[in-house]
């Protein structure tokens, strides 16, 4: 059985890019650029909801400061 490959895009203007290209994942140096001032300007951002565990942690971390400043 044969595998269908999957077609690899551009993620900033969706052309068609190859693992062999030099600007790989990207098609160009200009959408590279793009790329890369999205990501300087806070356009794009990784974030994860905030856990009640994750609260607790923090606060452990302040009062522990508190404590050896």
Known sequence: MARKRAKL???TCK???KKVDADFPFCSERCRSVDLGKW??????VSS???D???EAVESILRHREEND
């Open 49 to 51: 909801p905030v856990t």
């Open 40 to 45: 300087a300007s806070g356009a794009y951002v």
């Open 9 to 11: 895009q551009c993620p």
């Open 53 to 55: 565990g994750d609260e």
């Open 15 to 17: 052309k068609a890019v």
